[in-house]
């Protein structure tokens, strides 16, 4: 008798599930595989191979230059480390707003190379056609609406988006529009606590939310910022449970002076 335990994935009906019972979803991005097998062990729900990698992991100003082969490694090692949580990889700029053919093969190798389980990508009306290829093709679509950091250069800044009111109005007829459409959930980034929660009371599908306020159906953080390895980027939605810059700098800085004062390595350290 095998007494290994095994263990239920999330899916995206499970996802559904959590929403019907008033369960809250967690998300976290990771973006290899050493951090998505301890995301995985604390048993987070999601687990978002987001396009934060260009700005976190590669270190440029903008989720722009990121490439599909760059979203794919990422990805594919991730994957490897997961066994539990439901892995969404995000379609990184320029792969599937040209059309929708080129929005489905985009997808098409997420799937084939990384085995994630759905892609997720920006924008409201504009990307429905994009979005209805890639569902004809069995692959679950996250949506995301509000501050969408793809479309920087329209806005030309990262403040809270849909305040006023036709702006509310456009983003909650998106909201519908992707739930219609077929998307199995929404992330809604950095817009008003009370619009979020307006949107999420009327969809079906779960509402993930970052700078959104408590009332959506889980929440979503960047890895680097929650666990404080990056320091620079600190916006009000933004909770940090470590200081870790700093943990890893004096773990550093101590591993420095061990070798420098040859107290590293010691006798029980060697050969
Ligand atoms: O790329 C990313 O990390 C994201 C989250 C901010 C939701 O899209």
Request: charged letters at 25%; one cysteine or more.
């Amino acid at each position: 008798m095998s007494t290994q335990k095994s263990v239920r994935k999330v899916t995206t009906h499970v996802l559904n599930e959590m929403k019907l019972r008033g369960e809250k979803i967690a998300m976290l991005t990771a973006y290899d595989f050493s951090i998505a097998r301890i995301l995985d062990e604390a048993e987070i729900d999601v687990i978002l191979v987001g396009d934060s990698a260009s700005n976190v992991m590669a270190g440029f100003d903008t989720t722009l230059p990121i490439t599909l082969d760059n979203m794919i490694y990422h990805a594919a090692s991730v994957v490897r480390g997961v066994k539990r949580a439901l892995v969404v990889v995000d379609l990184p700029f320029g792969t599937y707003q040209g059309n929708s053919k080129e929005a489905l093969a985009s997808s098409i190798r997420i799937m084939k190379e990384t085995g994630a389980s759905a892609v997720k990508l920006e924008g409201g009306y504009q990307v429905v056609e994009s979005i209805e290829r890639i569902l004809s093709a069995g692959i679950p679509v996250m949506g995301h609406l509000g501050l969408t950091p793809q479309a920087i250069h329209k806005f030309g800044t990262y403040v809270v988006r849909a305040q006023q009111e036709d702006e509310a109005r456009r983003l909650m007829e998106d909201a519908r529009l992707l739930e219609k459409t077929g998307c199995f959930g929404i992330v809604l980034e950095k817009i008003p606590a009370r619009l979020a929660e307006e949107v999420t009371s009327n969809l079906k599908i779960p509402v993930i939310g970052i700078g959104a306020g408590p009332k959506t159906d889980g929440q979503v953080l960047v890895l680097h910022d929650m666990l404080g390895i990056t320091t620079e980027f600190s916006p009000r939605f933004l909770r940090r449970y470590h200081n870790l810059h700093d943990e890893i700098k004096s773990a550093v800085q101590n591993y420095i002076k061990d070798v420098r004062t040859l107290k590293f390595p010691n006798e029980k350290e060697q050969y």
